[in-house]
């Protein structure tokens, strides 16, 4: 089994700053493409931030310039720095990983359970 766990959500006031982990536990082999998405309500699911194994990274346009998206190979740990927040950022925040198990030539994507991010005005 493998499991994603974020932390580090929370209330801040617009303009703040908050920093999200996810980290990867259980039976891995090796971790791809990591990313960070997020859902607000009555809103679809969507990217906010990527990084490959190798931390090669990707980020909406929106968050631009205020996310930074980092990775630990070592910890199997995803990070998202977020800056300038604003209350539009406001949204369920979810881990994703592409997990390739010891012993299988494929890999599989896993979800975090996700952790609630909000900015007051």
Do not use: H
């Amino acid at each position: 089994q493998v499991q994603l766990v974020e932390s580090g959500g929370g209330l801040v006031q617009a303009g703040g700053s908050l920093r999200l982990s996810c980290v990867a536990s259980g039976s891995i082999g090796n971790i791809n493409d990591m990313a960070w998405y997020r859902q607000a309500p009555g809103q679809q699911r969507e990217s906010v931030a990527t990084i490959t194994w190798d931390s090669n990274s990707n980020y909406v346009d929106s968050v631009k310039g205020r996310f930074t998206i980092s990775r630990d190979n070592a910890k199997n740990t995803v990070y998202l720095q977020m800056n300038s927040l604003k209350p539009e950022d406001s949204a369920v925040y979810y881990c994703n990983a592409d997990i390739r198990r010891p012993g299988l030539p494929w890999t599989d994507n896993y979800w975090g359970q996700g952790t609630q991010v909000t900015v007051s005005s």
